[in-house]
């Protein structure tokens, strides 16, 4: 018997170091928007503005619009109906099903006909209807609490034990998990240098995504949109400037008083409440490498000139060696720098 090679096709995504694979085309093509922060389906509806990752979600969604269930439930006498499969199964393992099946755990107490799913749900229900007392009890000398749960005990058992440091030589011991962690920030935060520029930082995550600046090719992410040659490095760039260039989504407006600035992204909106709070703390940025300023510049070569105290001014050319392909179904291009002549920064 042939066996059909479709079958075992794997779909894998390109972008590294992603390790996804999936046996159907469209859950690829979902799962690459992930990656580049595009829902490349937009809700037809006039004054809706969600979009989504595949055609089923958008159908999916259209339901909330066009006020059909096509779902409906087949018991005799019921006339709820459901705008998905998933719905009307919830619905009838909930109303019509029958009690020693679907929920196998009753209530002992005289009078009491309560049924439940899980053996934990039913000990619960016993002591808050019955005895009127929680079932799990504090074990602490001197504390009678007492929780409908196990997970809630083993989380009030830390006011008594605390969280002690782990770091070498250190007794102190927090009450809460946040005084724990402002004593581990405060007391024995551990700093990563830089080799290239002697910058320091908090964790090595930091100083990973800071190396990116020291590097000879950087990864830029390019609009997908014809005839546009815009790129960026952040997935987030590219998604604020779909929605706000190419889409004009500004759902996001300043409240304040006369301003009528609208942004495509919340966190824009925040970045610019400092605008009108002048006691808060500005976000300010590390200083940037020249290529990683004209990662959203087009394929043109741009000229920038650096000089120092007590030396002349050497010109530094940059030049964007972008591939003429689109974003979706490919990685993030290369943006090569070359410098015409040697500089020390």
């Known amino acids: 018997m042939e066996v059909d090679a479709r079958s075992h096709k794997r779909y894998i995504c390109s972008f590294t170091p992603c390790t996804a694979a999936y046996n159907k085309q469209w859950k690829l093509d979902a799962h690459l ?3 580049t922060g595009v829902r490349p389906h937009a809700c037809p509806q006039d004054g809706c503005t969600k979009s989504f990752l595949s055609p089923y ?6 339901l909330i619009h066009s006020g059909l269930r096509p779902f409906p439930c087949s018991a005799e006498g019921c006339a709820e ?3 998905t499969n998933s719905n009307l199964a919830r619905h009838i393992s909930r109303a019509h099903a029958v009690k020693s099946e679907s929920k196998p755990y009753s209530c002992t107490a005289d009078g009491c006909d309560a049924a439940f799913k899980k053996h934990q749900q039913l000990k619960a229900h016993m002591s808050e209807r019955h005895t009127h007392l ?4 504090c074990t602490h000398d001197g504390c009678d609490m007492r929780f409908h749960y196990p997970s809630r005990l083993k989380r009030h058992l830390k006011v008594h034990q605390g969280y002690p440091c782990n770091h070498s030589g250190c007794t102190f011991t927090g009450s809460t998990w946040t005084e724990y962690m402002s004593h581990r920030k405060e007391q ?3 700093k990563v240098v830089c080799q290239d520029c002697g910058k320091a ?6 100083l990973e995504q800071h190396r990116r600046v020291h590097a000879e090719t950087r990864l830029v992410y390019r609009c997908p949109r014809d005839q546009c040659d815009r790129s960026f490095t952040t997935t987030f760039n590219l998604q604020s400037h779909l929605q ?5 989504l500004r759902p996001f407006a300043c409240d304040h008083p006369g301003c009528d600035r609208t942004f495509a992204m919340k966190q824009s909106l925040r970045r610019h409440g400092v605008v009108h709070d002048p006691q808060r703390k500005k976000m300010t940025r ?3 490498s020249l290529a990683s300023r004209l990662s959203g510049c087009s394929d043109k070569v741009a000229k920038r000139t650096v000089s120092k105290p007590g030396r002349t001014a050497e010109p530094v050319e940059l030049v964007n060696l972008l591939q003429d392909t689109a974003l979706l179904g490919g990685p993030p291009q290369e943006l090569s720098v070359a410098l015409t002549s040697p500089l020390t920064l």
């Open 244 to 248: 706000s260039f190419h889409d004009e």
């Open 201 to 206: 930082f908090k964790d090595a995550w930091f």
């Open 81 to 83: 109906a459901f705008s």
């Open 134 to 137: 929680p079932a799990y009890a």
């Open 33 to 35: 928007c992930s990656h």
């Open 188 to 190: 024995h935060q551990t």
């Open 286 to 288: 590390p200083n940037r």
């Open 57 to 62: 979600h958008l159908a999916r969604h259209q």
